[in-house]
Nanobody
Framework: QVHLVESGGGSVQAGGSLRLSCTVS????????MGWFRQAPGKEREGVSC????????YYAESVKGRFTISRDNAKNTLYLQMNSLKTEDTDMYYC?????????????????????WGQGTQVTVSS
């Protein structure tokens, strides 16, 4: 079973920064594309960003492009999301997951989790 532990969330003012981390066990981390998702109460979970196993290729949702940076440390089985210039609309619970699909479809970013294993998430709250 895949075990994911997200951390690094918090409350910041608009324009601020946060760095999320996700420690992964139960899978061959460097053999998987990994990604971040976010979800607000009552809404569907949406893909934010993904990074291929080598770290050389990454994709972003249009809403976060230029502000967020995804990275990974395969030696530490850890995924990161550097979030800069945060906006109030970035307020969500953030989750990491192994990803089976991450691509642009008709100009829109699409991301799909490979397994139905999710961590507890980490809450990001951005105030104006």
């Amino acid at each position: 079973q895949v075990h994911l532990v997200e951390s690094g969330g918090g409350s910041v003012q608009a324009g601020g920064s946060l760095r999320l981390s996700c420690t992964v066990s139960g899978l061959t981390f460097d053999g998987h594309t990994m990604g971040w998702f976010r979800q607000a109460p009552g809404k569907e979970r949406e893909g934010v960003s993904c990074i291929y196993w080598s770290g050389g290729i990454s994709y972003y949702a249009e809403s976060v492009k230029g502000r967020f940076t995804i990275s990974r440390d395969n030696a530490k089985n850890t995924l990161y999301l550097q979030m800069n210039s945060l906006k109030t609309e970035d307020t969500d619970m953030y989750y990491c997951a192994a990803v089976s699909i991450c691509q642009y479809r008709s100009g829109k970013y699409y991301e799909e989790a490979r397994y139905n294993d999710w961590g507890q998430g980490t809450q990001v709250t951005v105030s104006s």
